[in-house]
């Protein structure tokens, strides 16, 4: 049995995510955990919300509450919408988590231990009208290298390129808008990157199999300019892990927390221990899927995050690990991916432009979105959801090509030969033709799966639903029914096999629906089709009942389409 670690970006606790969010990350996650549950892995599928930093502070005034209340109901408010989702983790933890809080300490007295963290006096920005320090994220303005007016004092989400705060043209507090900005100095502990850039090169060059999306942006920030730099790990802030070294304090730091980008990944070590906590498991239980002298030497780890994540993944968390000098598991792909834009312009959480989660989830199933979503998904480039496409593509391969052929076979079966699986006939040349392309199909799908490659498996997954509308409209049984009923009753006999092949293959993508044809199949036989496919179009023998499902998938109408442009054409108010 071969196991499989999966873990997808945190989303940031300030607020409700947006589609573009759920696909960069979380969802295709959930995709390939099914899967490979679906194949008999030993999966730990674990996600967390991102509850520290300035932003969560400012979100929880804005609300009146205290910040550790904030952030408690808006992790329940993520945890729900997860669950709407029907994103399968095994466990939904929290970067405010004690096991984070002792892991974070933890790391960073390992990295003082094996002199990789280093004490600097900097000068940082502070706000007058603010009265604060201002985290890097916090202060926008022109980017130098680009001349993006957006940039952030840590990065560019324009040109991806890292910066510090003082490289900004024309910079203002992005909390108040002021641009009455001082230099002050304080003090902060550095992460040594830059000592560990040939331990990082050389890993990077070793995962020849990753994304070019992934490599790209890791050589990038390797090369670019004077090449990797030294990383502070602490701030000026309230709401965090406080700068301990381990158990210990660390003299000159009081009152400081560690900078968000340092704990947030950590946190995917310490969500397993709070699984194993919640679910009354030993250490030993978690401890086996993160350090490879405890039993995670078998471990194959796959992350999922969108590009902007990238750099924090393949060189600042991955140095955090190789600097502890612990041997704790490291990733073994990284699934990388673009931006997934809105209707002629981009999806934004600050300023609340398309589709949220508990939007999305009022107007239709998940399963709608998670198809489109996952067949849409932003691989190779950004892509974009427009309404337009949105609508033609659950139309036709929701409700015209599945669900029509759920309703037709179901139905037509019912009304000549009652609803169970009928006897009579034999399985011929066009059933054989069909398992000798389903054989190469299924193969197909499968490999693409392995592969992660999202878009191809959605599209061979499609073509398999196609592959039986064709057969049942060549095969025509409500005309064999006139001439040669037990021809029609194979003919049906195959086809709601065929229903039972199309449920388990298309778990992944779409647990509701089925879950939905196996319930009107009346089977819990939800097992993963064999190589002996054959038998896989026998699995339901004669005689076995089934009910006549409702409608699996609705069509959506043009007055619907248009309805939701209007109202989301706007910001979330």
Not at 20 to 29: D, E, I, K, T, Y
Not at 32 to 54: I, K, N, P, Q, S
Not at 183 to 205: F, P
Not at 461 to 476: D, F, H, M, S
Request: aromatic share 12%; with cysteine; charged share 25%.
């Amino acid at each position: 049995m071969q196991r499989t670690l999966i873990t997808s970006a945190i989303p940031y606790i300030n607020g409700i995510k947006h589609l573009g969010n759920l696909v960069g990350s979380q969802l295709p996650a959930d995709l390939y955990a099914r899967y490979c549950r679906a194949r008999g892995h030993e999966v730990m599928f674990l996600c967390a919300t991102d509850e520290h930093g300035t932003p969560a502070e400012l979100a929880a005034a804005k609300t009146g509450e205290p910040v550790a209340a904030y952030c408690a109901r808006m992790h329940e408010v993520q945890a729900e919408l997860a669950r709407g989702f029907r994103l399968s983790f095994d466990h939904f933890g929290r970067s405010s988590s004690p096991q984070n809080h002792r892991l974070t300490q933890y790391f960073a007295g390992r990295l003082a231990e094996n002199g990789y963290i280093e004490e600097r006096t900097e000068r940082q920005v502070y706000s007058k009208a603010d009265k604060r320090f201002l985290p890097d994220r916090y202060i926008e303005g022109t980017c130098p290298n680009c001349g993006y007016d957006r940039a952030r004092g840590d990065q560019c989400e324009n040109c991806t390129k890292q910066l510090d705060p003082t490289d900004l043209i024309e910079p203002r507090s992005a909390i108040s808008g002021s641009t009455d900005l001082e230099v002050r100095e304080t003090k902060h502990l550095y992460l040594r990157q830059s000592a560990l850039k040939h331990g990082l090169e050389a890993w990077i060059d070793s995962k020849t199999d990753w994304p070019v999306l992934t490599t790209s942006i890791a050589k990038k920030w390797l090369h670019d300019g004077d090449g990797l730099q030294d990383r502070g790990i602490t701030r000026d802030l309230d709401w965090g892990i406080p700068v301990k070294r381990g158990e210990d304090d660390w003299p000159g730091m009081e009152g400081k927390v560690f900078y968000v980008w340092f704990d947030a990944p950590i946190e995917y070590i310490a969500a397993a221990a709070e699984w194993a906590e919640a679910n009354g498991r030993a250490e030993t239980d978690w401890r086996r899927w993160w350090r490879t002298d405890e039993g995670a030497e078998d471990v194959r780890y796959v992350q999922f995050m969108g590009k902007d994540n990238v750099p924090f993944h393949t060189l600042s968390f991955p140095a955090t690990i190789m600097g502890s000098g612990d041997p704790w598991k490291l990733v073994d792909y990284i699934k990388s991916f673009n931006y997934l834009n809105y209707d002629g312009g981009q999806f934004s959480t600050s300023q609340g432009r398309g589709v949220f989660m508990d939007q999305a989830l009022e107007i239709l199933p998940s399963d709608y979105w998670r198809w489109w979503l996952l067949s849409h998904a932003p691989e190779n480039s950004d892509s974009e959801f427009t309404w337009e496409n949105f609508q033609a593509s659950v139309n036709k391969d929701l409700a015209d090509v599945l669900g029509n052929f759920v309703s037709r076979v179901t139905k037509f079966c019912r009304s000549k030969f009652g609803e169970a699986v009928p006897a009579g006939g034999d399985y011929g040349d066009r059933e054989n033709e069909l398992i000798d392309d389903l054989y190469i199909r299924l193969r197909a799908y499968q490999d693409h799966m392995e592969a992660i490659e999202i878009r191809k498996a959605a599209a061979e997954l499609r073509a398999i639903w196609v592959a039986g509308n064709e057969y049942l409209q060549a095969a025509a049984p409500w005309s064999e029914y006139k001439t040669d009923p037990d021809a029609a009753a194979a003919t049906i006999r195959f086809s709601l096999n065929l229903i039972r092949f199309y449920a388990a293959l298309s778990a992944p993508f779409i647990p509701d629906a089925s879950a939905a044809m196996l319930a009107a199949l009346k089977t819990g036989d939800s097992g993963w089709p064999g190589e002996d496919l054959p038998a896989e179009m026998a699995r339901l023998a004669p005689g076995h009942g089934f009910d006549t499902p409702e409608m699996l998938f609705r069509k959506i109408t043009d007055d619907e389409r248009e309805g939701w442009q209007a109202r989301f054409s706007g910001q979330r108010g």
